[in-house]
């Protein structure tokens, strides 16, 4: 379906993909509102919009993705409140990334990178500190100021097929093309792919981040299903995305960060090496390429909704107090399809300073800055950013030492 600009969304009827019209749906959470749409006191009189959130398996080519797109202004371009630099082990991950990508592929002053998705200079500014020639591209006009204040240029713009020639015919042609956490946010995703395999030079290499499919269902991590990700991949759904324009998925790594991601290696030429084999061998085996897979998915959604429910309030009933860690996009799912209001928690805290003083969409949850944890001392803090565990015990040692638990509610629900 072309996407009508004018309308909030559209129901997709074929696959995003390869516009197979065998999806199959296997989840329905119903009507939910924006997962970053926060509110701010003056929305709070108004209306929310709602969108129907429900996910799908394309028998032809096995992607896993909602039927529901979101008009991308309405979920991107306008006050997006997502900035990756408030995390200093997604900083440390992504210039671990740049150094290794630099070093591997003998970058110099010469090299062009480009990111699609580049917030607010998170990644580029290593290369940037290296020397390197980079254009960042991204729609959101906050995180992409705060890009360009960091030295990084970027270009405040969707990136689309039409993007890409036309960066082309100014000469651009990149060594290296990073999109990280965007390719499922993309309404066009074939468009996407063909803007990269025009903006590539022939022997560069696109390094693309996704959330990986199968630690979405096996550790139940169903609140990363939001209307920003269009889709869920499997190596076997991307292997054949690429190819249908071009480009070859000849390498793949896992990485822990986001509850479990792949991280790709693409490139104009076929030299599809063992760890991608290994990959599709892998989910062959497993039945990750077949519906059988998925059924059984929303039974345990359920469970876990249930479980937390319970924990929650039955905490609360022995005259718990509760507050919540992370505004983040998951957050918003785990909220509204759980059925976490103000009754149960009374405010979530988050370090980015965009966020504070607003509130969660649907559920209207305050957020605070994570000082509030020590002030006020709840009993408990439900971490909706369990992405980030490690990091966030640390950090609120404090806190815990004081007697303060946290809630992890995937892959089940439970006080550490
Ligand atoms: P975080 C976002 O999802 C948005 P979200 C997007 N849709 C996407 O694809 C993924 O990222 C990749 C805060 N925090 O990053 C920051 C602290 O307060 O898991 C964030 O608001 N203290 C593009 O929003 C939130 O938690 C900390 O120490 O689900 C985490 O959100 C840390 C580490 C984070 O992604």
Redesign the pocket.
Known sequence: DMMCLDAKSVTERACRSCGGSGIETFLEFGKTPLA?RLLTSSDIGEPEPIFPLRVAFCKDCSLVQITETVNPIVLFADSYP?YSS??P?LLKHSRANALDLINRRGLGPESLVIELASNDGYLLKNYVEAGMRVLGIDPADGPAAAAERAGVPTRCAFFTRDLAETLRAQGMRADIIHAN?VLA?VADTNGFVAGIARLLKDDGVAVIEAPYVEPLIEHCEFDTIYH??LCYFSVTALDKLFRRHGLYLNEVKHLSI?GGSLRLYVESRENVGATVKEQLAHEASRGIDAIGYFRDFSTKVDALKRDLSTLLRRLKSQGATIAA???????ATLINTVGIGCDLVDFV????VH?HNKYMPGQRLPIRS?EALLEVQPDYVLLL?W??VD??LD?QAEYRARGGKFILPVPTPRII
């Open positions: 970053d997502y408030f995390s082990a956490n946010h920003e990700h986001h860690y992370g505004a983040a996009a998951k957050g805290v988050d370090r980015n966020k994570t950013a992405n980030f990091e966030i950090q």
